[in-house]
């Protein structure tokens, strides 16, 4: 016998018209099943569903058994874009910390309100150990942190300003209130130490704020004083420039800024508040109490006056530059600040100064990159991402990175992981 059929092939069945009766009848059913479930609702209709279903569904979701909560959660959640259910998310997660409900103001400062909060009594201990430290420089920086870990949360300086614009970073207010309020305090420790970093703490803590009262510890703080303290760097020598400026003495003002170009900048003042926290950091201090202290050193950094970025652009305005000698001296300071300054400030000041002087647009361009890459440092460093264990850790790494190295070398190394714009 000649097998010429498959196994289910029986005879007298016709195999065709059964597999396309079968066929339609299976399309039959799922349109049927699609019509009622709504697929063929028009698109306009489903979101306004969802729209107004938002509102009753977050009040009505205690009463309904997890499953049905947990499936309007997943369908709403499909029907938004990232974007959307980012900018819509009402939690967000801190390191170490737990959840956080997000306010108006933000995710930053829902981060930074319950950091503050958990961290209290690390934080107390910390400032103890500073307050009770030998050296006067941990003494000098309990004075200057104190007011400011015992202010309420607020956003963080911007780091630099934009791509476009001549100025400084813009200061804390923060910051200026503590260095402002402290002042005489610190400018007795100095007078009486003698120590080079206090000295330097105490001369941009008088130069912050209104002018200092007539027989006041700051007055009595000459520019002489740090100069001999710290004679090898350039800021004690910028600040006498700016002593001479007030005194309308143009020519012993120019010979300071000769002597301040001869010389670096040496961050000793930054030096001394960020190695005295460094010294006395609590041995059970984490990831957020570091991150507390990191933040809020840099609130204290922006606070303060640089004094090379202050005195130059006091010394360079458009009409100082027509004056016999001054151009030349100006585009040196320009210079000096853009590649050996140690801060974005300095930078800042420097390229401000440029554009007096007519720099071309490549050359303003090339001094401003660092300003640019410390604005996308920061954009890194807030928002919803950047309250995750990784995201803080990174940012705790900078800090170091700016204690260690200073603000510029900090900003170009961590910019240089950043994609390219």
């Not at 079968?22 to 569903?49: N, Y």
């Not at 933000?106 to 961290?119: H, I, N, Q, S, V």
């Not at 600040?337 to 300095?346: E, I, M, N, Y």
Request: hydrophobic content about 45%; aromatic content about 4%; charged content about 20%.
């Amino acid at each position: 016998m000649r097998i010429n059929r498959i196994w289910f092939d029986r005879p007298g069945v016709r195999w065709g018209r059964a597999i396309v009766i079968a066929a339609v009848a299976t399309i039959g059913v799922a349109l049927w099943i699609a019509d009622e479930r709504g697929l063929w609702d028009e698109a306009p209709t489903i979101a306004a569903d969802t729209v107004g279903a938002s509102a009753p569904a977050a009040s009505a979701a205690s009463s309904r058994p997890l499953s049905t909560v947990a499936v309007v959660a997943s369908s709403q959640t499909l029907l938004r874009s990232p974007a959307e259910a980012s900018a819509t998310a009402t939690e967000l997660r801190v390191c170490g910390l737990g959840s956080v409900p997000i306010g108006a103001d933000g995710p930053d400062l829902a981060a930074r309100r319950l950091r503050a909060e958990r961290t209290r009594p690390v934080m107390a201990r910390w400032l103890e150990a500073l307050q009770a430290s030998a050296e006067p420089r941990g003494k000098a920086a309990a004075l200057v942190l104190t007011p400011v870990l015992a202010a309420p949360p607020s956003a963080m300086p911007r780091a630099a300003c934009g791509a476009d614009a001549d100025c400084a970073p813009s200061p804390s207010v923060t910051g200026v209130l503590a260095w402002a309020a402290q002042r005489e305090r610190l400018a007795e420790l100095a007078a009486a130490s003698r120590d080079p970093g206090v000295l330097g703490m105490a001369m941009q803590a008088c130069a912050t704020g209104s002018p200092p009262a007539e027989g006041s510890a700051c007055q009595r703080l000459a520019a002489e004083d740090w100069i001999a303290a710290d004679p090898a760097h350039a800021e004690p020598w910028f600040r006498m420039a700016e002593q001479e400026q007030e005194q309308t003495e143009a020519e012993l003002a120019d010979e300071a800024f000769r002597r301040a170009l001869a010389l670096p900048f040496g961050r000793l003042a930054e030096q001394s508040l960020l190695g005295a926290a460094l010294a006395t950091q609590p041995a059970d201090a984490g990831v957020q109490e570091k991150l507390q202290m990191g933040e809020a050193l840099a609130t204290l950094r922006s606070g303060w006056r640089e004094p090379g970025g202050s005195a130059v652009s006091a010394h360079c305005t458009s009409a100082q530059l027509k004056l016999p000698g001054r151009r030349e001296l100006c585009q040196q300071l320009a210079e000096h600040l853009v590649l050996r300054g140690a801060t974005l400030q300095d930078v800042a000041s420097g390229r401000a100064v440029g554009r007096r002087l007519g720099w071309y647009p490549e050359r303003m361009a090339a001094a401003g990159k660092d300003l640019e890459a410390a604005a996308r440092l920061a954009t890194g460093f807030s928002g919803a991402e950047a309250h995750d264990c990784p995201a803080a850790q990174r940012q705790i790494d900078y800090y170091a990175a700016l204690a260690a190295q200073g603000e510029l070398a900090a900003v170009r190394r961590f910019a240089a992981t950043l994609p390219k714009p």
